[in-house]
T-cell receptor, first 115, second 113 residues
Framework: NAGVTQTPKFQVLKTGQSMTLQCAQDMNHNSMYWYRQDPGMGLRLIYYSASEGTTDKGEVPNGYNVSRLNKREFSLRLESAAPSQTSVYFC??????????????FGAGTRLSVL | QKEVEQDPGPLSVPEGAIVSLNCTYSNSAFQYFMWYRQYSRKGPELLMYTYSSGNKEDGRFTAQVDKSSKYISLFIRDSQPSDSATYLCAMSYYTSGTYKYIFGTGTRLKVLA
């Protein structure tokens, strides 16, 4: 089992460019998450999907969009990248957020630099 | 005041020492308590989770929860250089029809050979 797989691992963008970060999990989990991690700020939730077909905003959603493509896949899109979006992005999944089975498992991360 | 507070460190200890990592929290609604280990340039890896007050042991690791003091700890016995990483506490509780999951900012640990 691969767990949670994120692509790409690294990306450099110019301001204004767009890109999509991909995430897939093979644990048959219902819930998936996108976080960003910045020095001194810890992990901050961008968006989550409690179950297939639903998405909700987290703590820092501005400048991002998400798509829950199916049960396995949850993508994060930056429509017009800004230097403030330079960060490490982590995808996570849990068995079922809405039923309290919310222990989260993380991917290896995507390091994004916006110049 | 942050809901979860964690000393950023770094904490440096000699190999073989007992390490104590701690988090405090302000919201008595927290129900689940987790510890993650994050190696440099890697994703957080779940180490332990617990629901109730008391101790939970797994090999060299012991997680302790004191709900009355709103304080959780992770103890590492016989620490090894391979334990050098950042340790994140996390907590969750049920609110407004869903669960809210809060992470500490992490404590960086260095175990010196």
């Amino acid at each position: 089992n691969a767990g949670v797989t994120q692509t790409p691992k690294f990306q450099v963008l110019k301001t204004g460019q767009s890109m999509t970060l991909q995430c897939a999990q093979d644990m048959n989990h219902n819930s998936m998450y996108w976080y960003r991690q910045d020095p001194g700020m810890g992990l901050r939730l961008i968006y989550y999907s409690a179950s297939e077909g639903t998405t909700d905003k987290g703590e820092v959603p501005n400048g991002y969009n998400v798509s829950r493509l199916n049960k396995r896949e949850f993508s994060l899109r930056l429509e017009s990248a800004a230097p403030s979006q330079t960060s490490v992005y982590f995808c996570a999944s849990s068995e079922d957020r809405d039923r309290g089975r919310d222990i989260q498992y993380f991917g290896a991360g995507t390091r994004l630099s916006v110049l | 005041q942050k809901e979860v507070e964690q000393d950023p460190g770094p904490l440096s200890v000699p190999e073989g020492a007992i390490v104590s990592l701690n988090c405090t929290y302000s919201n008595s609604a927290f129900q689940y308590f987790m510890w993650y280990r994050q190696y440099s340039r890697k994703g957080p890896e779940l180490l332990m989770y617990t629901y109730s007050s008391g101790n939970k042991e797994d090999g060299r690791f012991t997680a302790q929860v004191d709900k009355s003091s709103k304080y959780i700890s992770l103890f590492i016995r016989d620490s090894q250089p391979s334990d050098s990483a950042t340790y994140l506490c996390a907590m969750s509780y049920y609110t407004s029809g869903t669960y809210k999951y809060i992470f500490g900012t992490g404590t960086r640990l260095k175990v010196l050979a």
